[in-house]
């Protein structure tokens, strides 16, 4: 939560709990029709607060972040062929993504997903 918002709900408690207290006041034998309006404005000033707070609340939510894998490959490396393992069919280099770490295929042709694992080289 941003400060200002906690700010705001605070501020409009405060405007809240005094109106309160004017509005029960102008109901009393001393009171006078001035407190009933200042409770009012109170009860409307603490509403607009308790908006302003959610509208900054709202503001806080964090933003997406994209996070982009480097792969740094070792020596010489051939690029092969990919082939799709349930229907054949070749894939290219945007139908594989980075899903929680691990790479995971998703064939164009047929729609089936699937976890890129590496042969052993021996």
Known sequence: MK???IISYVVAAVLIVFAFLFTLGAFSSNGSDTWLFIGLAGFVLGALMIVLGAR?????HPVQQNVN?????????QMTSIKCQACGAPLA????KMVNGAPMVECHSCGTTYQLTEEPKW
Do not use: T
């Open 3 to 5: 400060a200002a918002s």
């Open 56 to 60: 900054f609340n709202a503001r806080a």
């Open 69 to 77: 894998v480097k792969i740094d490959l070792p020596g010489d490396v």
């Open 93 to 96: 280099a945007s139908d594989i």
